[in-house]
Every structure is written in structure tokens, then in C-alpha cells.
């Protein structure tokens, strides 16, 4: 079974940017559809962006063409590269391979505020 470390997080400025990335280990990397979801405070936890392993992405609508997935195989790490950043996008941000009903890893906050 594949599992997540994510970093990157942070404070930043409405309009700002953040690379989040998350590193695999446990299991071969590239054979996994990997996805980042976030959590807000009092709300569900939501699929933000995935990537399949021959590199298809899809994007909530929220996010689209501010967010950007990406993979790089040989490190086993997925990113998720955030533009135009604002304040409904702060939450904690989790990486896991989709559908994957185990265990949530420790995630990255994101604070976007002015």
C-alpha cells in the first residue's frame, strides 16, 4: 500500500501562490492515480485535483485554471502547484491514492489571508 508524506503549505496573500508536494513510499509510485483533497474547517472533505498514472488529470471546478497537478515518477512525488490563491481555499490539504479507503495522512495547511 502507497503513503503520502505532504508539505508545502503555509500563509500567503489572497492572489498568492503555493507548490504543495507530497512524497510516496511503500509501493511503486507510478502505478497509483493519485489525488489531492482538501478539508476546511466545518465542512466535507473535497477532491481538489487527481492525476492518473499515464498523467490524465481532472480538476474541481472550484480550482480550475488555478491549480495545476503534476507528477514526477521518479521521485514519487505528485504536486499541486496553486495560483491565484483565495481565502475559501484555506484548508488542510491531504494526498492519497485514489480510491484509497485507508488511512488519511497528517496533510499541509493552507492559510490564505490577507
Known amino acids: 500500500q502507497v503513503q503520502f508524506v505532504e508539505s508545502g503549505g503555509g500563509l500567503v496573500q489572497p492572489g498568492g501562490s503555493l507548490k504543495l508536494s507530497c512524497t510516496a513510499s511503500?509501493?511503486?509510485?507510478?502505478?497509483?492515480?493519485v489525488g489531492w483533497y482538501r478539508q476546511a474547517p466545518g465542512k466535507q472533505r473535497e477532491l481538489v485535483a487527481g492525476?492518473?498514472?499515464?498523467?490524465?488529470?481532472n480538476y474541481a471546478d472550484s480550482v480550475k485554471g488555478r491549480f495545476t497537478i503534476s507528477r514526477d515518477n521518479a521521485k514519487a512525488t505528485a504536486y499541486l502547484q496553486m495560483n491565484s490563491l483565495k481565502a475559501e481555499d484555506t484548508a488542510i490539504y491531504y494526498c492519497?491514492?485514489?480510491?484509497?479507503?485507508?488511512?488519511w495522512g497528517q496533510g499541509t495547511q493552507v492559510t490564505v489571508s490577507s
Open positions: 492519497k491514492a485514489l480510491g484509497d479507503s485507508g488511512p
Open positions: 511503500g509501493s511503486t509510485f507510478s502505478n497509483y492515480a
Open positions: 492525476i492518473r498514472s499515464g498523467g490524465f488529470t
